[in-house]
């Protein structure tokens, strides 16, 4: 048998993969940067796909499944070992968007018809680009303005193809969370990138989380334009709003605190409630309000938790936060196989390696989210030079684990641009259920209020277990 690579070989080869990616966009921009305005638009027609072999030929250069890892990535700290951050850098390239000739002939083979006869008004110049599609605005014949996603042709092949063939993805991912069997995250992201692929389990993602939080006072989701929707098209609600980076760069501390909290609202009422979550919390799929209002977008990638892995995220809070018993913490990461049991690390270095993904919510005090804790939690999961790096070496990501550590990583990332402070216990106290405590802020107050109205039916819900409960014999409560 021959043995296993050294690292620095996995981590220059995915940074070539992932340079060659990257090459056809770098150059159109370079190009573009010193032609004349009239020159541009030429230059920007040149680089639009026209065929489906245009796509293929794209995706195959940017590698389609790792060019979605490096997109997952790409606003995560700079303190990321730097191979690794090198090499998601490079993975970070959208694809060149379609020509209107093929994006409207997607639409006619999804729909059956020219996009100018399916909808009012069609805007041919996409709003936005993304990895596997690019999105359009059009007018319905009723007089609703939406957003059209229309997908690539053939991204669907590309990305399976990619997905079959897991050397890369095995690499990319022991690059990312070294000392890990990777086994279990490439299965993981593999299903989940496949599922991002059909629009179909997209919308009825999107229709869950609508219809959750439908007439909710500041999280509003756009709706599903069911007649205009299919495997490759997905119209829903258009929706405006400021984009991330205007929020983090203009708006007042007190209006970034609102945003701050509303994002963190939805993503501890949805798992707790919902029993879902978008998997990609990226700063692109946010539109923003001033009053704290958010428009949350894409729900390609959503994770939906079975009830015993909601239990088991509400047994962990109780034993790290509610009862600081970490002994009980760690009994349960080891029957979920996240610890190694009797791994050769003490309780202490247990609890100073996971509590920091806890810290902001284990005492009754205003936190700030800044550079340094985002940073810190980037640390804790790569970098195993740290002084908690003994616990990372007996640690894995089971299936469950995959997505939350995801979102844990982008939560902290945008709330730490946000510089966002708040007593985050009291907030997450109102969203724990087995906690359900009383509104702590004036958005608080406000949502409390939209539960009473649109909630009234009992939610049954999984009470946390007590130190004294033997594992496996979750109850149930009724929260109000």
Not at 84 to 93: C, D, F, T
Not at 256 to 285: M, Q
Not at 428 to 434: R, T, Y
Request: hydrophobic fraction near 40%.
């Amino acid at each position: 048998m021959s043995s296993p690579r050294p690292r620095r070989f996995r981590n220059s080869r995915l940074a070539l993969v992932a340079a060659r990616g990257g090459s056809r966009a770098a150059w159109h921009r370079a190009r573009r940067t010193f032609a004349s305005a009239e020159r541009r638009d030429d230059l920007d027609r040149a680089h639009q796909l026209k065929t489906a072999a245009d796509v293929a030929t794209a995706l195959g250069e940017m590698k389609g499944a790792l060019m979605k890892l490096g997109q997952m990535a790409s606003y995560l700290d700079e303190t990321m070992p730097q191979p690794m951050r090198e090499a998601l850098a490079s993975l970070q390239q959208d694809a060149p968007p379609m020509s209107a000739e093929l994006a409207a002939s997607v639409v006619r083979d999804e729909l059956g018809a020219h996009p100018e006869r399916i909808f009012a008004e069609w805007d041919p110049t996409p709003i936005a680009a993304a990895s596997i599609g690019q999105v359009h605005r059009a007018i319905t014949h009723d007089g609703r303005a939406v957003a059209v996603k229309v997908q690539y042709p053939g991204v669907d092949r590309a990305i399976r193809s990619d997905l079959t063939t897991t050397d890369l993805l095995f690499r990319a991912v022991g690059l990312m969370f070294p000392g890990l069997d990777p086994t279990t995250v490439v299965g993981e992201l593999r299903l989940r990138l496949t599922e991002e692929l059909d629009y179909t389990i997209e919308a009825d993602n999107q229709r869950l989380f609508a219809h959750w939080y439908r007439d909710h006072p500041f999280i509003h989701i756009p709706a599903v334009v069911d007649e205009h929707s299919s495997a490759r098209v997905l119209t829903t609600e258009l929706a405006v709003g400021a984009r991330f980076d205007e929020v983090v760069a203009s708006w007042s501390e007190e209006q970034r605190g609102l945003a701050a909290e509303t994002i963190f609202r939805f993503v501890f009422r949805s798992i707790y409630r919902v029993h879902a979550f978008n998997g990609d919390p990226h700063p692109g799929n946010y539109l923003f309000r001033p009053d704290g209002h958010v428009t949350f977008l894409d729900f390609g990638l959503v994770k939906r938790f079975a009830a015993d892995e909601v239990q088991l995220f509400a047994d962990l809070i109780v034993a790290m936060c509610l009862n600081h018993d970490i002994a009980a913490f760690r009994r349960l990461i080891e029957n979920a196989g996240v610890l190694v049991k009797d791994a050769p690390v003490t309780d202490e270095q247990v609890q100073d390696y996971f509590g920091h993904f806890y810290e902001f919510v284990l005492d009754d005090r205003l936190v700030t989210f800044d550079a340094e804790y985002a940073s810190g939690s980037v640390r804790q999961m790569f970098d195993l030079s740290s002084p908690s790096a003994e616990v990372a070496k007996v640690s894995n990501v089971p299936s469950a684990f995959v997505i939350t550590q995801r979102i844990n990583l982008g939560l902290h990332a945008v709330l730490a641009q946000l510089h966002a402070t708040a007593n985050w216990r009291r907030i997450a106290e109102e969203l724990w259920p087995f906690v359900d405590g009383p509104p702590s802020t004036r958005l608080g107050e406000i949502e409390a209020e939209w539960i009473r109205r649109t909630h009234p039916a009992p939610l049954k819900e999984a009470a946390p277990l007590s130190p004294t409960d033997p594992p496996g014999t979750g109850r149930s409560r009724t929260p109000h």
